[in-house]
């Protein structure tokens, strides 16, 4: 990383992909155009996972070529007077690979479902999906965070203060 002092540790990268919302993994598309595609996911602490179509350019792409990047933006506040956004986020390189066993496919269904939908029962739902939904374990090769050196300013007077 070239802005060494903007890098945000291992935890709080980790922090990053426990919490956020959706994701957008990137794949070598068709003619090596890259194909970035906004996704749901999970982080078990090991590796991150997407559920998606059994067929699609995703899954094509994939196959061709398993090494994917995932990008989670934990904050991004435009700050117009200072021509800049505030942002933090969190990026992963690693190699896709589709999960086959149905004990590890209902495992990360109910990740997704309590991330996704905390407090309702799955079951039902996992049960009419499990033979046509397909999941993507990404293994991590690389993970790193960044945040705006104004964010790392703040968090440094505060631990100063401290």
């Known amino acids: 990383m070239r802005r ?8 709080e990268t980790q922090k990053i992909l426990f919490n956020g919302k959706y994701a957008v993994m990137a794949v070598t598309g068709d003619n090596d155009y890259p194909y970035a595609v906004p996704v ?7 590796a991150v996972f997407i559920h998606s179509a059994a067929a699609g350019h995703k899954i094509d792409s994939l196959a061709r070529n398993p090494k994917c990047s ?17 942002f933090r986020s969190a990026v992963v390189f690693g190699k896709a690979r589709i999960v086959d066993s149905t004990d590890e496919k209902i495992r990360i269904l109910r990740l997704l479902a309590d991330k996704y939908s905390p407090g ?8 009419r999906f499990i033979k ?14 960044k945040e705006a050196i104004e964010l790392t300013r703040a968090r440094i007077q505060h631990e100063e203060n401290f």
Not at 4 to 11: G, H, P, R, V
Not at 70 to 86: A, G, L, N, Q
């Open 70 to 86: 995932i990008c989670v933006v934990d904050k991004d506040d435009v700050v117009p007077e200072e021509f800049t956004s505030y």
């Open 120 to 127: 309702i029962d799955p079951t039902d739902e996992i049960g």
């Open 40 to 46: 749901n996911y999970v982080y078990d602490g090991n």
């Open 4 to 11: 060494f002092k903007q890098e945000l540790s291992a935890s």
């Open 132 to 145: 046509t939904v397909c999941i993507i374990r990404i293994e991590i090769d690389l993970m790193s965070g």
